[in-house]
């Protein structure tokens, strides 16, 4: 089967899941080429087949059997109407369903952006054959507000390459947030708890690496006095890339994970493959797959400062054995190789 394996909006957080996406429909005997946008051209490497799109009609140059649509964009709309006249099987992994207006109120200054990619997902799942969704969570949202645009739709998880670094040559010493800060990801709440244990123990390090802009959030005396203490790291304000994401991972004892209201996560498969492990929201989606205390901790939302450190002090006795059984669940559970089946099943097969 052709298979046009589709990116047209840049979003390097996304690249190791095309790469894997991409390894498993070849190793599965497929000829795939890998469409994305030319931002990416400096973050993904090692692709035989890739294309960097100037216009989206390019991805029908091959004629392929199958487009595989991997994230958001403008483009999806029209190349997928026009994919659907053409009798193709377009395929889309959504990463989140529409959202319940009082959650969009909670995005802010986000809520015209965040209104303009549901626009687009409805659309785009609309002219789609079948919607996937990476969590339990994910469909069930999906199910209670966009089943009037696809009813056709099923569960595959964000896959990953095995990017884990074989050597011990470097030391964990950060509670770290890796990622979009916004709402959605608790943010805020991190910055609250960071304030509270800063105070507590003098030996306690923060890292945060996000593509946003977090300055004017760190003006407090206390946040200034850590950074230039070294107590707080920031990486901030630009694209990272693979590399440099996977050194933070490792330079941590744990990752934040506790987030408010996401159905999916690209940080909790990357802090797992590395052997990391997490602090979880107990309500989130990550209770899918995280058992508390083994892979990492849970802690209650709206949170308590003193239970976040109890689990932070907890997950920095117990390291060794948890950073050991997240590695195994990451190999089982998002390690791209054990999923060949069941895309076999779901995305090949599936109607």
């Known amino acids: ?34 469409f994305v946008d030319p931002k990416y051209r ?3 490497t090692g692709i035989k087949n890739i294309h960097f799109v100037e216009h ?12 595989f649509i991997y994230n958001a964009a403008v483009a999806n709309m029209s190349l997928t109407r026009y994919g659907h006249k053409q009798g193709i099987k377009i395929v889309y992994l959504l990463h989140e369903p529409n959202q319940k207006v009082s ?30 969704l990476a969590s339990n969570q994910g469909m069930k949202e999906y199910e209670a ?11 595959f998880p964000l896959i990953f390459c095995d990017e884990y670094c074989q050597r011990k040559d470097f030391k964990r010493e950060y509670f770290s947030f890796i990622g979009s800060f916004s709402s959605s990801h608790a943010g805020m709440e991190f910055l609250h708890f960071m304030k509270y244990a800063l105070l ?64 999916q996560s690209g940080v909790l498969p990357n802090a797992l493959m590395q ?32 239970e976040i450190f109890e689990k932070f002090k907890y997950i920095q006795e117990h390291l060794e054995q948890m950073s050991d059984t997240a590695r195994k669940l990451f190999l089982r ?12 099943k779901v995305i090949i097969q599936g109607n």
């Open 275 to 306: 052997g990391t492990p997490v602090i979880v929201n107990s309500r989130g989606v990550a209770k899918e797959v995280i058992s508390d205390g083994v892979e990492g901790c849970f802690i209650t939302m709206p949170q308590k400062n003193e």
């Open 200 to 263: 507590q123990d003098k030996n306690i390090r923060f890292m945060i690496a996000t593509r946003s802009s977090i300055s004017s959030l760190l003006k407090e005396e206390i946040f200034v006095d850590a950074i230039r203490k070294g107590r707080i790291v920031i990486h901030e304000g630009r694209p990272m890339t693979e590399n440099e994401i996977n050194k933070y991972y490792r330079q941590s004892i744990c990752v934040w994970n506790a987030y408010n209201r996401s159905t």
């Open 333 to 344: 559970e998002y390690f791209y190789k054990t999923k060949k089946d069941l895309a076999e």
């Open 103 to 132: 959650d969009l109120i909670l995005e802010g200054k986000n809520v015209i952006k965040m209104l303009g990619a549901e626009v687009i997902n409805s659309i785009t799942c609309f002219y789609s054959n079948k919607v996937l």
């Open 145 to 155: 507000r966009m089943l009037k645009f696809n009813k056709i739709h099923d569960l």
């Open 42 to 44: 400096s973050f993904i």
């Open 1 to 34: 089967m052709k298979i046009a394996l589709v990116s047209l909006k840049f979003s390097p957080g996304h690249t190791e899941h095309l790469c894997a996406f991409y390894k498993m429909f070849n190793e599965m005997g497929h000829d795939v080429t890998l």
């Open 56 to 67: 989206k009609m390019e991805i029908f140059s091959k004629k392929p059997d199958l487009v």
